[in-house]
């Protein structure tokens, strides 16, 4: 594996406790997937293999941290949420890593993952509450086909800007006044913030 100075760089600043864990660390994958390639992610020493995320490390004051980017399928600990630690918590000495077989499992396990195929299952951490049109706005709609089709054609994200836009109003009237409004942009095939997509 071919190393990257700027890795070196990185560890080279790094506290005393932290510099050991780190070259440990790097050590490892290189034994364990000599085709991941050496790289910097978001300020951290991270390793790519066939041009994906296979892990990173990082160091701060107190702690050094490694993970997995596809941390639950490697560990195979689907039930349990990781933070910013990582799979191995908050490392401070060299006793905190696994021992090099089960590193070397754990490295092994997200490259064939990769070769697998596949991509990370996401999950929103905060998914958006199930859209409801208003009564209102759906009564316009029903005399207005149109603009009824052209509802329906949006995607979820720009129905819910026209929903939210007309739950917003504070009054009756100007509630009223913005589901006319909906109704005509739609007439029209118009998204609501149609005028912000022109370029």
């Known amino acids: 594996m071919a190393k990257d100075e700027r890795i070196d760089a990185?560890?080279?600043?790094?506290?005393?406790?932290?510099?050991?864990?780190?070259?440990?660390?790097?050590?490892?994958?290189?034994?364990?997937?000599?085709?991941?390639?050496?790289?910097?992610?978001?300020?951290?020493?991270?390793?790519?293999?066939?041009?994906?995320?296979?892990?990173?490390m990082a160091a701060f004051k107190a702690h050094a941290t490694f993970g997995f980017w596809r941390g639950a399928e490697v560990t195979g600990e689907t039930g349990r949420a990781y933070d910013a630690m990582g799979q191995f918590g908050r490392m401070t000495t060299l006793d905190d890593l696994p021992d090099d077989a089960s590193l070397g499992r754990l490295i092994g396990r997200a490259a064939d993952l990769i070769d697998s195929g596949g991509s990370v299952p996401r999950t929103l951490k905060h998914p958006k509450p199930e859209l409801i049109v208003p009564p209102a706005l759906a009564a316009a709609l029903e005399g207005a086909p149109e603009a009824a089709k052209t509802f329906a054609a949006l995607s979820q994200s720009h129905r819910r800007e026209y929903v939210e836009w007309i739950t917003e109003a504070k009054r009756d009237g100007t509630r009223d006044r913005r589901i006319a409004q909906a109704i005509a942009w739609?007439?029209?095939?118009k998204s609501r913030n149609w005028k912000y997509a022109q370029c």
Do not use: M, N
């Open 186 to 189: 739609l007439a029209e095939g």
């Open 10 to 56: 990185y560890i080279a600043r790094q506290a005393d406790f932290a510099r050991p864990i780190l070259t440990a660390l790097r050590d490892a994958v290189a034994r364990h997937c000599p085709d991941a390639r050496e790289t910097i992610k978001w300020g951290s020493p991270a390793w790519t293999y066939r041009e994906k995320l296979l892990c990173s």
